[in-house]
């Protein structure tokens, strides 16, 4: 198994507060990304990184913010959760834009927010 | 905009049998097709990567298929065991250089397989 973790694993938050989700990785791999997964939506993109603090957004990214300060490390902010945010949430990553470009899961975060 | 549809949502088949699962994507200018598994609560396991150029992979009792220009792929299940029961996922990479937009995988929705003992 690619070596990802994510922390928490699972998280209940209250309307309002902000909420750091972490996705650490021991591959080295260069890209890194952050979905979340909703029935009748599948999953989504919401950020994603190519590289230590390079960062773009994706299909649903607002309300969320990424940092990425070291190549194992890609957080990713709810500034203000939002029951609309109650998830669950995925780190991936993949070593290469054009070759290697397999991408592997974490095992989720579960978020609630109340 | 990339749309993928997995057909059939939902799958109850007996054991032994083997199975088809598709999947179509609306853009062909991808760059690679990737097939996951997912148990219930858990992440997803990678299961086969398609590169564009290729036509298909094999991997133990599974194969997939890509014809890029129809926007379509198959898994393959050969012989299928109560193990099998999980939700297939399939995941389409945009190509390089495509333009704008946002990268990563665009995913389908599933298809959610039970294998009957």
């Known amino acids: 198994d690619a070596g990802i973790t994510q922390s928490p694993r699972h998280k209940v938050t209250e309307t309002g507060t902000p909420v750091t989700l972490r996705c650490h990785q021991t591959?080295?791999?260069?890209?890194m990304y952050w979905y979340r997964q909703d029935p009748g939506h599948g999953l989504r993109l919401i950020h994603y990184s190519y590289g230590v603090k390079d960062t773009d957004k994706g299909e649903v990214s607002d309300g969320y913010s990424v940092s990425r300060s070291k190549t194992e490390d890609f957080l990713l902010t709810l500034e203000s959760a939002t029951s609309s945010q109650t998830s669950v949430y995925f780190c991936?990553?993949?070593?290469?834009?054009?070759?290697?470009?397999?991408?592997?899961f974490g095992q989720g975060t579960r978020l609630t927010v109340v | 905009k990339q749309e993928v549809t997995q057909i059939p949502a939902a799958l109850s088949v007996p054991e032994g049998e083997n199975l088809v699962l598709n999947c179509s994507f609306t853009?062909?200018?991808?760059?690679?097709l990737q097939w996951f598994r997912q148990d219930p609560g858990k992440g997803l396991t990678s299961l086969l990567l398609i590169q564009s150029s290729q036509r298909e992979q094999t991997s133990g009792r599974l194969n997939a298929s890509l014809d890029k220009s129809s926007g379509r792929s198959t898994l393959y299940i050969a012989a299928s065991q109560p193990g099998d029961s999980a939700t297939y996922l399939c995941a389409v990479l945009r190509g390089p250089y495509s333009g704008g937009g946002a990268d990563g995988l665009t995913f389908g929705k599933g298809t959610h397989l039970i294998i009957q003992p």
């Open positions: 853009d062909s200018a991808i760059y690679n």
């Open positions: 991936a990553i993949s070593e290469s834009e054009l070759l290697n470009t397999e991408a592997f």
């Open positions: 591959e080295n791999h260069r890209y």
